[in-house]
């Protein structure tokens, strides 16, 4: 059975860390492109981070500098680093599975909706004082 489950979140201050991690089971990463994505309440779901390989990666303009997504794929892992949180990035944050290699930057654009995406049940990130 083809399964990511996130891990990671939690309540953070403002100016803090969070490492999130997106943890897949019955399929091989290697041959998936992997993002991360987020929802906050009352907004569409969006694009934060793309990877398609450990070379090839997208990040969305608002983390750009901040967030960093690292796949280890030994572990058969996605992990996506937040530094310097603001509340802003207040949201549910989910890990999705395309599996197809394309484009980081399409994917994160683009396939949000896609049927073919295998979805975790998303993790909560609070940013607040």
């Known amino acids: 059975q083809v399964q990511v489950v996130e891990s990671g979140g939690g309540l953070v201050q403002p100016g803090g860390s969070l490492r999130l991690s997106c943890a897949a089971s019955g399929f091989t990463l290697d041959y998936y492109t992997i993002g991360w994505f987020r929802q906050a309440p009352g907004k569409e779901r969006e694009g934060v981070s793309c990877?398609?390989?450990?070379?090839?990666?997208y990040y969305a303009d608002f983390v750009k500098g901040r967030f960093t997504i690292a796949r280890d794929n030994a572990k058969n892992t996605v992990y996506l680093q937040m530094n310097t949180l603001t509340p802003e990035d207040t949201a549910v944050y989910y890990c999705?599975?395309?599996?197809?290699?394309?484009?980081?930057?399409?994917?994160?654009?683009?396939?949000?909706?896609?049927?073919?995406?295998?979805w975790g049940q998303g993790t909560q990130v609070t940013v607040s004082s």
């Open positions: 990877t398609s390989s450990v070379k090839n990666t």
């Open positions: 999705a599975a395309y599996p197809i290699l394309i484009d980081p930057h399409a994917y994160c654009s683009e396939h949000v909706s896609s049927g073919s995406n295998y």
